[in-house]
């Protein structure tokens, strides 16, 4: 398996026989090369998106007609891309559970908004979520973004993540220090990877907190585009 940061919330999971893209914002990211960007989509089998935020969702549809690939997501933010942008889409709802090739990806709840930018301000985006992805005898939490909940420990409990995938930068969402007590507290993970940090000055620069927060847990800063093995 191998886990790739596109920068923000951004990732690439090569995982069994996908290649799923998780909230690509690439066009406008401040730490994606935009260079690279054929690299980062290539082969892509799916688009997963958690919420209607640009930060998240601005690349979707022109990369699920580029590729020809669905986009995964909630229900109601699916069949409104479906029926004004043509795209293919895969909509479901928390608690939910698809197959993708061999990969069973849930959705799950999060705390958060959702909404899309209209002409005259926000519109509704279906609500925001996040994702347990499992393959390779491996359980990846993507936690959207979110504060801490104590739905936490109901995930846990059904699907025992070993891998996180956490927002920790603060002000959006949990700071380093909520996500290492969220981790802690609700959950066994061998690998953290924080994400949605570092994009914006407003938001943490460094998961340093985190790591010292969470002894035994292997806490990995992540690098654009350098692939990390588990």
């Known amino acids: 398996m191998k ?4 920068g923000h919330s951004g990732f690439r999971i090569e995982i069994e026989d996908q290649v799923l893209l998780i909230d690509p914002w690439l066009a406008g990211n401040p730490l994606f090369p935009e260079e690279r960007r054929a ?4 082969d892509a089998t799916h688009v997963l998106v958690t919420h209607g935020h640009f930060d998240h969702a601005a690349d979707t549809i022109a990369i699920a007609r580029e590729l020809s690939i669905p986009t995964v997501g909630i229900f ?22 698809v197959r993708l090739g061999n990969v069973s990806v849930t959705m799950v709840n999060a705390t958060h908004s959702s909404s899309i930018q209209g002409p005259d301000g926000p519109v509704y985006g279906g609500t925001e979520s996040g994702y347990m992805i499992a393959g390779e005898g491996h359980v990846i939490y993507v936690s959207g973004d979110t504060d801490v909940m104590a739905d936490m420990e109901i995930f846990n ?4 993540p070993d891998i ?3 927002c920790a930068g603060g002000h959006f969402t949990m ?3 909520r996500a290492a007590y969220a981790a802690r507290t609700f959950f066994n993970f ?10 914006f000055p407003l938001l943490e620069q460094s998961a340093e907190a985190l790591k010292q927060d969470l002894p035994g847990v292997r806490v990995i800063e992540p ?7 588990i």
């Open 3 to 6: 886990i790739v940061w596109l």
């Open 39 to 42: 690299e980062a989509i290539g």
């Open 175 to 177: 700071d380093m220090k």
């Open 76 to 97: 109601d933010l699916m069949s409104w891309w479906e029926s004004r942008e043509g795209i293919s889409v895969i909509g479901f709802n928390k608690g939910g559970t």
């Open 190 to 199: 061998k690998t953290v990877i924080p994400c949605h940090y570092r994009t």
């Open 157 to 160: 409990d059904l699907h025992a």
């Open 164 to 166: 996180g995938l956490l």
């Open 223 to 229: 690098e654009v585009l350098v692939p990390i093995e």
